[in-house]
Nanobody
Framework: EVQLVESGGGLVQPGGSLRLSCAASGFTFDDYAMSWARQAPGKGLEWVAG????????YYSESMKGRFTISRDNPKNTLFLEMKSLKSEDTAVYYC?????????????WGQGTLVTVSS
């Protein structure tokens, strides 16, 4: 059974930093590109960042570029998201996701996510 367990969220002041982790199990982690997505209060799911199977390529939503860094530790089956210069609009539940390849790739989101609250 695929499991993605996010952790590391919490309350942080604007301009602060936070590091999120995602522990993956139930699939061959390094066979898959991975992503982070988030859901702000009252909003839909928004793609945040992606990373190739070996971490060689990373991709970011424009609003996150330069502030967020996605990385992975394949031997530990763990995905990370380092966030800095956080803004109130970054407040959301953050999810990691397995990228399913195909003609129209999609993100397979599992787990409860981890809540990031940016507030003074």
């Amino acid at each position: 059974e695929v499991q993605l367990v996010e952790s590391g969220g919490g309350l942080v002041q604007p301009g602060g930093s936070l590091r999120l982790s995602c522990a993956a199990s139930g699939f061959t982690f390094d066979d898959y590109a991975m992503s982070w997505a988030r859901q702000a209060p009252g909003k839909g799911l928004e793609w945040v960042a992606g990373i190739s199977w070996n971490g060689g390529n990373t991709y970011y939503s424009e609003s996150m570029k330069g502030r967020f860094t996605i990385s992975r530790d394949n031997p530990k089956n763990t995905l990370f998201l380092e966030m800095k210069s956080l803004k109130s609009e970054d407040t959301a539940v953050y999810y990691c996701a397995k990228r399913v390849a195909g003609p129209l790739p999609y993100l397979e989101v599992w787990g409860q996510g981890t809540l990031v609250t940016v507030s003074s």
